[in-house]
């Protein structure tokens, strides 16, 4: 509704600034100052009752010439599809194991801090993940609307681990196909069950 599309405005105005005019690209220092802007425009206090608008994100910075993904996220994760030959990714000094896997890619969920960038009970740092990255990784941006969207014989919300195995399911085809199995799967899905939610998926091979 209106107060989403103002705060998507307001959002995307503020990245550019401190991306453009700034030359930030550090994700967790992104989110951080997006956090501390937005508080402050809002003019948010932390106090009971009040409203706190705020926005879930992801957002990764790649370096093609180091092969090095940096991500940082709130509330929304990072999955990462790779090829099984790879070793997984590195994330803190601990390599992730796998979340999925079919017979030729393993599925990786790099989480998000649970904190919006808004005023919140939990004010923390946002973490900054930075790990190598191969040729054929495959990364996935999303909001929620894919996974909370009703459908099927029962009307059920699609759910994120069946939308995992979606996504594994087609890893080995191009990306533009990708992207017509997953509008098909979710037409199908829905049927005559309106959408509730915008979606919104980003996928990326690198």
């Known amino acids: 509704g209106v107060p989403g599309a103002f705060m ?29 802007e ?26 093609p010439q180091e092969k090095k993904l940096d991500y940082a996220g709130a509330y929304n ?5 790779r090829d099984r030959k790879h070793n997984p990714p590195d994330i803190e000094g601990n ?3 796998p979340d999925q896997e079919s ?8 989480p998000a801090d649970k904190m ?18 191969f040729d ?9 609307g894919f996974a909370d969207q009703f459908g099927g014989p029962k009307g059920k919300k699609f759910m994120y681990k069946p939308f995992k195995r979606l996504l594994l399911q087609y ?3 191009p990306m533009e196909r990708q992207k017509e199995e997953l509008e098909r799967t979710l037409a199908d899905w829905m049927k005559d069950i309106e959408q509730v939610d915008d979606i919104c998926i980003m996928g990326i091979k690198l």
Do not use: C, W
């Not at 995307?12 to 100052?33: A, D, F, N």
């Open 8 to 36: 998507s405005m307001m959002g995307m105005s503020l990245l550019k600034e401190l991306v453009q005019k700034e030359y930030i690209t550090h994700p967790g220092v992104i989110l951080r100052r997006l956090r501390k």
């Open 38 to 63: 937005i508080i402050n425009t809002m003019g948010q206090k932390g106090i009971s009752g009040e409203q706190r608008d705020g926005m879930d994100m992801s957002l990764i910075s790649y370096d």
């Open 77 to 81: 994760s990072l999955y990462l599809i």
């Open 95 to 97: 390599p992730l194991s």
């Open 103 to 110: 017979e030729t890619h393993f599925l990786y969920e790099i």
């Open 116 to 133: 919006p960038i808004a005023h919140f009970d939990r004010m923390d740092k946002f973490r900054n993940h930075e790990f190598p990255v």
């Open 136 to 144: 054929d990784d495959m990364v996935y941006l999303f909001t929620d």
């Open 171 to 173: 890893a080995s085809l």
